[in-house]
């Protein structure tokens, strides 16, 4: 009777194309993170720009509308 890691030498061998494989892999998680932390940066710059009118004279007004404005937008474009 064989032992279970009798073949274990076989699932070390490199299967052909896979540092190709694991090389795409590593490069499309490299776009993710970048496309991620491009995200991030633009909604720390609109939280950046939403604190900034908030501070000014008639902050709040100006938000509310905007946010007002962007609701009534996103209804009429998912009516068609």
Do not use: W, Y
């Not at 090389?23 to 720009?49: E, S, Y």
């Amino acid at each position: 009777m064989k032992s279970p890691n009798a073949g274990s030498s076989a699932l070390s061998e490199p299967v052909h194309g896979e540092l190709a494989e694991l090389a795409q892999n590593v490069a499309m998680l490299r776009v993710d993170t970048i496309a991620a932390m491009r995200d991030f940066l633009i909604l720390f710059v609109h939280l950046i720009v939403t604190v900034a009118r908030l501070a000014g004279p008639g902050g709040l007004r100006s938000v509310v509308s905007e946010s007002v404005l962007v609701r009534h937008q996103l209804l009429i474009l998912n009516r068609c």
